[in-house]
């Protein structure tokens, strides 16, 4: 097998190696059969690569789109580094077909995907755009000629503008499990596997209590309780339309960004430990999906500002789920503790090693730990690592070539401790790499870029970068390269 390299490997060296292994006949693999020492995963483990549809889509006023509210947030002076929007971002809008090709080239089985729910629904709720329902169903089945099977999440983020009060009206929950019907109806012939929402913290908190994100506010803690409740809500109606509106065996779940704890040493008390973190931590979102109820210490600590729940609510929030998907890039150290709640978190010290977002602190066997405390602790029938990459400071050389060697070993060492999971035989299915290509990230803007796939933002065009080679090796071999 030919190893592909772009770069001329310096000649000397390469002479000099040539002449010390004269003689010697080293063993040679073929493409697809991994090396002595890789790690292998199981036959059938599905690889994969994910994307948002504001992150990726531009095309943010064509056919009959209407605002979210990160189209109204995004041009909000001094919301976003630069003033990025997601107005053109990768322009998947129209080169969706090009980006089919990309994930063809990688080898990947699966994709993941999402909807904007205004562009479907302009405001939110009927009419229906029939134009948007269209452009997601040419995806599909661009996705599905190529034999990539595609994962869609309903809500990333994108909350139509038009929802009067957003996410702190309950109506908006309602109108969520509307719109899942919709698309289970429309897309459930083809579409098999679905994820309702994306990481609650970050349309609850992040933009309803930090501001950070769209919407924008700091609402009082009341009121922030009460949009968290609004999400999980959202994803529980969610759950029962997409059940009642496909075929049977399709397989509904969710992708949550559940805060990650590692313990300082793996002992008994310290993983104990962890478990305890991993669900209070989680208290308002997971805990609550996998519970069917508000622990009790968040009602106590919340008091007066829990949140309001009718009748039938908690039920349809703990629908239960073909798999639970995970969002993993950082998490935090934990010990244990004598205090009531039975653990403490550490503070990472200054010289922690971080990657080019400084909040993504390098800790590889938190993708091990993500899963073994949510699986120790619910036990879902299925798990998906939804998203897991990193930023990088990526530089386009002028041959076109960008050697992001730093993100190689973050998926490198990240996926050689998602595999001690899968041989303790915790249930994981597949592995979503974040991102298929440099997209809008969010309040970062295009400031942080997150794809194997360099965008030239200017002439979008895709440039596949070293660890976009790396991961097609790892696919084909089905081991870590
Ligand atoms: C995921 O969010 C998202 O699902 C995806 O859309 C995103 O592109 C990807 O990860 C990479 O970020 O700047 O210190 O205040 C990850 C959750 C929430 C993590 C916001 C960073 C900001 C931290 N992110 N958070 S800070």
């Not at 073929?30 to 790690?39: E, F, R």
């Not at 309903?154 to 957003?166: E, K, M, N, S, V």
């Not at 969710?254 to 478990?275: D, F, G, K, Q, W």
């Not at 200054?350 to 091990?368: G, H, N, R, T």
């Amino acid at each position: 097998m030919k190893r592909i390299s772009r770069r001329q490997f310096g000649k000397g060296v390469a002479a000099a190696a040539a002449a010390a292994y004269a003689g010697v006949s080293l063993p040679r693999f073929a493409w697809g059969q991994p090396q002595p020492g890789h790690v292998e995963y199981p036959k059938g483990f599905l690889w994969g690569c994910a994307t948002a549809s504001y992150q990726v889509e531009g095309g943010a006023k064509d056919d009959g789109r209407g605002p979210s509210t990160w189209d109204v947030f995004s041009h909000t002076a001094g919301k976003t580094h630069n003033g990025d929007t997601g107005d053109v971002a990768d322009d998947s809008y129209h080169l969706y077909k090009e980006d089919v090709q990309l994930l063809k080239n990688l080898g990947v089985q699966v994709y993941r995907m999402s909807i904007s729910w205004s562009r479907v629904f302009p405001t939110g709720k009927a009419p229906v755009n029939p134009k948007g329902l269209d452009y997601y169903s040419k995806v599909v089945d661009e996705l599905l000629k190529n034999n990539i099977t595609p994962y869609v999440t309903l809500f990333h983020w994108d909350t139509p503008a038009g929802l009067d009060g957003g996410w702190t009206n309950r109506d908006t929950s309602k109108a969520f499990g509307d719109y899942a019907a919709f698309m289970g109806k429309h897309l459930g012939d083809r579409v098999k596997h679905w994820m309702t929402t994306n990481e609650f913290v970050c349309f609850t908190d992040l933009g309803y209590q930090v501001g950070q994100f769209a919407p924008g506010l700091k609402l009082p803690p009341a009121q922030v309780n009460q949009v968290r409740h609004h999400g999980i809500l959202a994803h529980g109606y969610g759950v029962q339309a997409l059940r009642a509106n496909t075929p049977s065996g399709t397989q509904v779940g969710l992708a949550e960004n559940a805060s990650v704890y590692v313990p300082v040493m793996e002992t008994e008390e310290h993983i104990a430990a962890a478990r305890k973190a991993t669900r209070l931590m989680n208290a308002p979102f997971l805990t609550v999906l996998m519970e069917g109820k508000y622990p009790a210490e968040y009602l106590a600590k919340e008091g007066a500002n829990a949140p309001k729940v009718e009748d039938g609510d908690l039920e349809k929030i703990s629908s239960p789920l073909d798999f639970v998907g995970l969002n993993v890039y950082t998490p935090s150290y934990v010990r244990a503790s004598d205090k009531p709640e039975g653990f403490e978190l550490e503070q990472a010290p200054a010289s922690y090693p971080k990657m080019f977002s400084p909040w993504i602190q390098l800790s590889p066997e938190c993708i091990y730990w993500a899963v073994r405390n949510v699986c120790d602790l619910w036990k879902p029938k299925a798990i998906y690592i939804t998203e897991n990459g990193t930023s990088s400071d990526d530089v386009l050389t002028p041959e076109g070539h960008v050697e992001d060697t730093d993100r190689v070993m973050y998926l490198r060492n990240h996926l050689t401790m998602l595999h001690r999971a899968v041989k303790e035989e915790y249930p994981v299915k597949g592995y979503f790499l974040w991102s298929l290509l440099d997209n809008f990230e969010w309040a970062d803007g295009y400031s942080k870029r997150f794809g194997i796939h360099y965008v030239d933002f200017k002439t979008l065009k895709r440039y596949p970068k070293l660890s976009a080679q790396w991961y097609k090796q790892t696919i084909a071999e089905n081991a870590v390269v």
